[in-house]
């Protein structure tokens, strides 16, 4: 699953419906609205189209997360990366339904955000169309890297969390 938030859920609601993508769950709460999409209609993952009311509240994590946050290691998760058999189509899909540009980048395709990116590669490691990996913005890259070795996290070169990598920024 990818989760984006959104600024205007109206508007994003309305990008779904002129790109004809199905919503297979619309969720509306006092401070939370939501629209999940179907993923054969964008390809790859289900997408999450989230809006809070206050930019910094989060509703799914509760009421008390940000007490559970950690900085001293991670800051920020600034982007994803979905494989597939034609990134080319994919990633066409995905900026119809978000409503915005996409431009080539590499061997693929990436989508700019307000604070991160979508990136859409050709399938690489034989599990198909999906979420490849995730950009995780670190204080210390070696010494996470270092502590993933520790634990047996690095396959193929690259920290590796249940099959999905983690690119430390």
């Known amino acids: 699953m990818v989760i984006l938030q959104v600024r205007d859920i ?50 799914w994590g509760g009421p008390v997360w940000r007490d559970h946050v950690r900085t001293d290691v991670s800051t920020a998760i600034t982007g994803a990366e979905l494989q597939g058999a034609d990134p080319d189509a994919m990633s066409a899909r995905w900026a119809r339904v978000l409503g915005v540009a996409r431009e080539a980048a590499g061997d693929g395709w990436r989508i700019p955000l307000e604070d991160s990116e979508l990136r859409f590669v050709p399938a690489r490691d034989g599990r198909g169309d999906g979420l490849r990996a995730f950009d995780v913005a670190v204080r210390d890259p070696a010494a996470v890297r270092a502590a993933a070795q520790a634990r047996g996290l690095i396959r193929d070169g690259e920290v590796t969390l249940c099959g999905t990598v983690v690119n430390l920024r």
Not at 17 to 41: F, K, M, S, T, W
């Open 10 to 59: 109206d508007a994003a609601r309305a990008g779904i419906a002129a790109a004809g993508a199905r919503v297979v769950e619309d969720i509306d709460l006092p401070r939370a609205r939501a629209a999940h999409i179907h993923p054969r209609d964008v390809g790859g993952a289900i997408l999450s189209l989230d809006w809070m009311d206050g930019w910094d509240h989060w509703e």
